[in-house]
């Protein structure tokens, strides 16, 4: 979301940061008090989030015209626990009922405090008030921040329930047959990269611009293509090296980043594992398409605006009964391992406009799902992935051009 961190980590520091930043707009909302007036409201201002992009609500700062005001020193909550009251009052009056998250941080002056609460774009979509008569959106006015929902836009939202996972499924399934098409085999172990909106619902980037950003020569090498050539596609434009070594990149116009690389295998005699001809897997080598192909979605993000929560998702395919090895790279030496598993899966969601800040943490994420299901012994924590991350990162860093 438009946090850096989980809400449940801020302090006060983060909420000031916040307020500098932001102003009101169609994704956050501010309100000064937290009397009978506002609790009224919550219903009308987290369900209208929901119902369009997710956004942010944070009580205890002052605006003007939509901008916050200094100093921001939080209010005194008379209520006991304003979180449980938020969860009473929206639990009573949004239909169906909205996923929230909700946190009382501290103010520097003691005694005060800020209440955030944060709501994600919705799948559940359109959420109703007034015994499910009404169903507001926002507009991003900081004068008339909600507005109803015309029978169109309701349409819309309900067609976004049914067709949020197929919109997704399909752009995955269509780029799988071109992927086949430009040689990528399906039947080896792959590295599989899912990159895109939690909720692929419109066009964020258009197909000229997709095609644009990848024809640039300094952007392809990035990503490990080399060879001059992009090809265009209805929904966008994609990259495919098959000469030293298979990859696959497709980027559609719905924000949506598919990459597809087979898992290169290692004699067990290279790595002075027993057995001459027996081939192995280094499980840390993928770690570094991972930071590059989140890299570039970062990126695309930014250069692009694009506002949403994005999902990335990584699997590695066909990979049952191979063994790998952990102990190049990493903090603990182990003895290969393998998974009876033939797909092993990760996923997380971030925030599009902090992606490009946050590689590291969501490569970390992705490593630490990826790496469970391997071997007897314990899995590697976070914390000893996070060394492996870092120095991987620093040798997949290329200079992009500007505006990059």
């Keep these: 979301m438009l946090f850096s961190k989980p809400i449940s980590d801020l302090d006060h520091h983060d909420i000031e940061e916040f307020c500098t930043r932001f102003r009101e707009n169609i994704r956050v909302e501010y309100k000064s008090t937290f009397d009978d007036s506002v609790k009224r409201k919550l219903p ?27 100093p921001f020193e939080g209010i005194a909550f008379q209520d006991p626990e304003p979180r449980l009251t938020v969860e009473n009052v929206c639990r009573d009056n949004i239909f169906p009922e909205v996923l929230f998250y909700a946190q009382l941080v501290p103010s520097q002056v003691s005694g ?18 007034e015994n499910s008569t009404q169903v507001y959106v926002r507009t991003g006015d900081s004068a008339s921040p909600t507005k109803l929902a015309d029978m169109a836009l309701l349409e819309r939202l309900f067609l976004r329930r049914r067709e949020v996972s197929w919109r997704w499924d399909e752009f995955f399934a269509e780029s799988s047959i071109l992927a086949d098409r430009a040689g990528i085999r399906k039947d080896v172990p792959l590295l599989e990269l899912q990159i895109g909106p939690l909720y692929p619902t419109d066009v964020v980037i258009q197909r000229e611009k997709v095609f644009e950003f990848l024809a640039d020569d300094l952007r392809r090498r990035a990503l490990g ?20 070594h298979a990859r696959y990149l ?29 081939m192995i897997y280094q499980f ?38 191979l063994r790998f090895t952990h102990s190049r790279g990493s903090p ?19 925030g599009s406009e902090l992606l490009s800040t946050r590689i590291k943490d969501v490569t970390v994420e992705l490593l630490y799902q990826l790496r469970w299901l391997f071997g007897t012994q314990s899995p590697h924590t976070r914390d000893q992935i996070r060394p492996i991350v870092e120095r991987e990162s620093k040798l997949c860093e290329v200079p992009y051009p500007t505006g990059f």
Excluded: M
């Design 250 to 278: 497709n980027i559609g116009e719905l924000g949506t980043i598919h990459y597809l690389e087979p898992l290169e295998p290692t004699r067990c005699s290279d790595l002075g594992l027993d057995g001459a001809t027996d």
């Design 284 to 321: 840390w080598n993928i770690t570094r398409p991972i930071i590059r192909v989140l890299t570039a979605a970062g990126h695309l993000a930014l250069t692009h605006s694009v506002c949403c929560a994005l999902q990335s998702r990584a699997r590695l395919i066909n990979v049952s009964k």
């Design 332 to 350: 603990v030496e182990t003895l290969p391992v393998f998974t009876l598993s033939a797909v092993a899966p990760a996923w997380t969601t971030c």
């Design 112 to 129: 005060k405090a800020f209440l955030v609460i944060q709501v994600n774009e919705s799948p559940k979509a359109p959420h109703a008030i």
């Design 225 to 244: 293509f080399y060879k001059n050539e992009s090809f265009r596609h209805p929904a966008g434009a994609l990259l495919s090296r098959d000469d030293e």
């Design 44 to 70: 009308k201002t987290l369900s209208s989030f929901a119902n369009s992009y997710g956004g942010v609500l944070v009580i205890g700062v002052k605006t003007t015209s939509g901008v916050p005001e200094e």
